[in-house]
């Protein structure tokens, strides 16, 4: 999708003023970005320094920050502060995550912003919503520890968090969708509101479920590695050339259908595994009998099969060789961005379709301070 194409998105028109830095504003910034919004991120003088991340963290500015027009401002000196304040006036939308107190304090919070621009939604993004743990400072591992994630996740007496910045992204998640919703009733009100998302009570709402099943057994819900399986073949197998693959015959029907595709159509006619519940009785057995035959095999002979024969299978994939994967690529939820130095890289789309298309990728990547003549030249002020 090229920047002609914004006027056709959904969020054309909507001004977005973005304080943030890491995952988890700048996740709200760019699903709004990418639904058609103007959002302006501002940037400390020398920029984020999500930029210059290494590590684990080396992606995060390119995977966040596309669609965005980048101003660099130093708040922390009265020209900056007046700038971002008539920005502010000038905008429908402001997304902030910095530690609570720090907007007050430079006269950026809600209340203070509001009485000049009543239409303003302001959204906060935080590691928790008010309460007793509301000025303790959070992260993604600290809420997936409190929040029983990590724990439903490891093996019994190991949490584990999960793999990848889950809260954050949920985060910003959830701070989009209350903009959309604000937006709404701003067409039936004439005012804007403050919204508040938090790491800790996404993670209370991915272990939600398992709340509600211990409410209704009155039974702690064990690890998902120790969970009482409610299927006879839901596991990893180990393949030939050290290859794994996943397969799930939840089914009567499923079961006949991996029997048949592995070549011993005699599994089928044993009483022992004559339904899921007898499988599941006699699981140890019938997986470790499972585990030899697929031992032979190798994912390249069994993945088309198993996909005939409709039995759910996964091969275990990297990160890394997603870049290449052939669904990604043909569905248009891949596409080349243009990053800072000039070069492409890949970057993931939305998930979702809207009349067919995939909201896409409409302007390069931003150098810090990009739009700043754009952008501060419409403003009073001058900084």
Known sequence: M???????????????????????GPTCGMILADLGAEVIKIEPPGGDKTRHMLGVGIGFFRTFNRNKKSVVLDI????????????????DVMIENFRPGLMQKFDLDYKTLAEK?????????????????????ALDEVVQMMAGLSYMTGPVGQPLRAGTSVNDIMGGMFGAIGVLAALRERDH?????????????????????????????????PPMPARAQAWSI?????????????????????????????????LIGRPEY?????????????????????????VAELAPKLEAAGVPYAPIVRPDQLIEDPHLKAS???VPMQVE?????????????MNGRRPGVRRPLPSAGEHNAEILSRLRSTV
């Open 2 to 24: 090229k920047q002609s194409d914004e006027q056709g998105l959904p969020l054309a028109g909507i001004r977005v003023l973005e304080f943030s830095h890491m995952v988890m």
């Open 274 to 298: 004559a339904d899921n519940t007898l499988r599941v009785a006699a699981r140890p057995t019938m997986l470790q009998e499972l585990g030899q035959i697929l031992s032979q095999m190798s």
């Open 332 to 334: 248009g939820g891949l």
């Open 189 to 221: 009100t004439g005012r804007g509101q403050e919204i508040q998302s938090a790491l800790f009570e996404n993670c209370v709402f991915l272990s939600a479920q398992h709340m509600q099943q211990y409410a209704m057994t009155g039974e702690a819900p």
């Open 117 to 137: 621009n009543p239409r303003l939604i302001y959204v906060t993004h935080k590691g928790f919503l008010p309460g007793p743990y509301e000025h303790r400072l």
């Open 341 to 353: 130095d000039g070069s492409t890289a890949p970057v993931v789309l939305l998930p979702l379709t």
């Open 76 to 91: 922390q000196t009265e020209e900056g502060r007046a700038a971002a304040a008539e920005l502010a006036e000038q905008c």
């Open 234 to 266: 839901y596991d990893i197998f180990a393949l030939a050339e050290g290859e794994q693959l996943f397969i799930g015959a939840v089914s009567d029907k499923q079961f006949v259908a991996l029997c048949n595709v592995l070549g011993h159509p005699e």
